[in-house]
């Protein structure tokens, strides 16, 4: 097995040890906590433990605070995709107006 990137290496929160250093990283326990609140909205702790025990010794304290989301600033290629779903919509609009229309007139003439 190749050695972790070290940007990729996650440390166990209760003891701090890195992921590589027990048995390869294979036997590690990843656990996410998801907090409603009415007024915020879902909210996520996520976490990562080198046993069992470490994440039950971590779910015994109270859970830290959720880092607040990151802020979403809209791009040209977002108006862009708007741009494209309201075309589509138009062209969709506008033919089955012309399908109702034709129906209509077709219907007019056959009687």
Do not use: I, K, N
């Amino acid at each position: 097995m190749p050695p972790p990137d070290p940007a990729d290496v996650s440390a166990c929160a209760t003891c701090g040890r890195p992921w590589a250093d027990v048995d390869g990283g294979r036997g590690w326990v990843h656990l996410e906590v998801t907090r409603s609140d009415e007024a915020d909205g879902l909210h996520f702790v996520d976490a990562d433990f080198c046993s069992q025990g470490h994440a039950a010794q971590w779910l015994a304290r109270p859970l830290p605070d959720p880092a607040p989301p990151a802020p979403y600033a809209t791009t040209w290629r977002d108006h862009l995709a708007v741009a494209w779903v309201v075309l589509l919509l138009l062209l969709v609009a506008a033919l089955t107006g012309l399908g109702v229309w034709t129906a209509g007139r077709f219907l007019l003439d056959a009687f």
